[in-house]
């Protein structure tokens, strides 16, 4: 499953989309629309981005348990060379404190991570600002050609933006389209 990310230049045009899409056989579900305008999406019953898709909630809790895991084993390391709690510390207490610790950094970078914008959708934080629709449609490989398809007949006016190949991997590069002036094609390559 592909995520394509379309850019709409108003809510009606959104609306549209939307509306196409269950034409075409997508579930309400794989629609998910990023834009300041919150009331204007709930009014039309579209779905709008959730946490995930607009933090870097899962993306900074991995890191941050990462570094608590790495700080959990340096100071399990140090606890056992010089033993300030004697040669008898049973060995689940080392277990202990790297289960803390992680879970402490997973804590501590979710809440930075909560608080940031979503690195995928930080690329298009000028187009947001300027009133556009960000749509992410999460596409299945046999769908996504008739998706495409539908959107250059139907809605010329939406253009196709960038392609994220692994949306569920936090870490992965999102292939960001370039300026459809100075690209003639409609479409990214598979």
Known sequence: MKCLYYLAPNLDS?????????????????LHVISHDEAGLKRKRIHSGNLLETTDLVRDGIIGANLGFIGAVLAAGL???????????????????ILVFTLFGAWVGGLTGIDS???KVRRFHDELADGQYLALIY???????????????????????????HFLNPFSRLRRRRNPETTPDRHLPA
Request: hydrophobic fraction near 40%.
């Open 14 to 30: 959104t609306q549209g989309v939307a509306d196409d899409l269950r034409d075409v056989g997508v579930e309400e579900w794989y």
């Open 79 to 97: 606890v056992m060379l010089f033993e300030p709690f004697g040669p008898d510390t049973p060995k689940a207490a080392y277990f202990f404190v």
């Open 117 to 119: 914008e979503n690195r």
């Open 139 to 165: 596409a299945y490989k046999e769908k996504e050609k008739a998706i495409r398809a539908m959107m250059d007949a139907r809605h010329p006016e939406a253009r196709l933006a960038a392609v994220d190949r």
